[in-house]
């Protein structure tokens, strides 16, 4: 069982930054990918980044690349999103999730966090 805490959410104006944390529970942290998702008002549940276990494999959904980053230390059971550059329409609330494979696949994601609001005003 993981258990995920998002923090680092809040109010930006676009053009701003925000990072946001992902603390995991247990002693297995190093063993899971894990991933960013995003969901808008109205809006399907959208992939964002992951992240391989060891960090060496990442990638991104085309519309963040180039201004978010997704890194993880496994020594202190952390998962981060950098967010720079944002834009109105990356208003959302962003869940961090464990996988045992690299996948950009929500339903191939086993935990979830509570999520954290992001909003970027205009």
């Known amino acids: 069982q993981v258990q995920l805490v998002e923090s680092g959410g809040g109010l930006v104006q676009a053009g701003g930054s925000l990072r946001l944390s992902c603390a995991a529970s247990?002693?297995?942290?190093?063993?899971?990918?894990m991933g960013w998702f995003r969901q808008a008002p109205g809006k399907e549940r959208e992939f964002v980044a992951t992240i391989s276990q060891s960090g060496d494999s990442i990638y991104n959904v085309n519309s963040v690349k180039g201004r978010f980053t997704i890194s993880r230390v496994n020594a202190k059971n952390t998962v981060y999103l950098q967010m720079n550059s944002l834009k109105p329409e990356d208003t959302a609330v962003y869940y961090c999730?464990?996988?045992?494979?690299?996948?950009?696949?929500?339903?191939?994601?086993?935990?979830w966090g509570q999520g954290t609001q992001v909003t970027v005003s205009s």
């Open positions: 999730a464990a996988t045992q494979i690299v996948t950009i696949l929500h339903k191939e994601y086993d935990y």
């Open positions: 247990g002693r297995t942290f190093s063993r899971y990918a």
